[in-house]
């Protein structure tokens, strides 16, 4: 589990095709790698991947063929991403429960400065849309967000200058893709009650 905090942004150095996926070598310089194990768990644009190998200011990742079909930015070289490390039961939850498994790819309609602020306007797959509620939680690339408005499978967010500043959400603009997950709580109530559930 996840906060939807990010403590750092990485650098995708070297991707490595395997038979079915890729190994991504994540430059992270700004992320705290002493108490990373082997097996644990960093979020990459939101997407959970396991640690499979470390050095000390880098890391190994193993990234399925079927996760580099529902999502974005995980495949080239010199992308910058947005890394969280897993959660502990300790922690303190800053923003909302965030799995890490994608649920869907966005795109990006509108990012434009007002004021001090940036107003992001997405258009979420249809099969999502259900989910998104006006002021509700939503996870874009990896970073804990409140929506502002919805409007059918359109919603907008106004993000502070810190949120700009510090996660890769700066380098957005119109027609960009972008990986989203919904509330959680959220899919437990639409699956709660619908009737296939029973």
Request: aromatic fraction near 4%; charged fraction near 25%; hydrophobic fraction near 40%.
């Amino acid at each position: 589990m996840f906060t939807g905090i990010v403590t750092a942004t990485g650098k995708v150095a070297h991707v490595q095709p395997l038979e079915k996926g890729l190994r991504l070598t994540v430059e992270a310089p700004g992320l705290k790698l002493a108490d990373v194990a082997l097996g644990d768990s960093i979020a990459h644009g939101g997407v959970c991947l396991t640690v499979i190998a470390k050095k000390k200011n880098s890391y190994q990742v193993d990234v399925s063929r079927e996760t580099l079909d529902c999502t974005v930015g995980l495949d080239a070289e010199d992308s910058e991403v947005n890394l969280e490390k897993a959660m502990r039961l300790s922690d303190f939850i800053g923003g909302h429960l965030v799995s890490g498994h994608v649920d869907g790819v966005g795109e990006v309609v509108k990012f434009d400065k007002i004021g001090e602020s940036h107003e992001l306007v997405i258009k979420a797959p249809k099969k999502l849309a259900k989910y998104i509620a006006r002021k509700g939680s939503i996870t874009i690339d990896g970073v804990s967000l409140t929506t502002n408005k919805v409007k059918g499978r359109t919603f907008s967010i106004n993000l502070i200058p810190h949120t700009v500043e510090v996660t890769t959400l700066k380098r957005l603009h119109p027609g960009a893709r972008v990986n989203l997950e919904v509330d959680l709580i959220a899919r437990y109530v639409e699956r709660m009650l619908s009737p296939r559930a029973a």
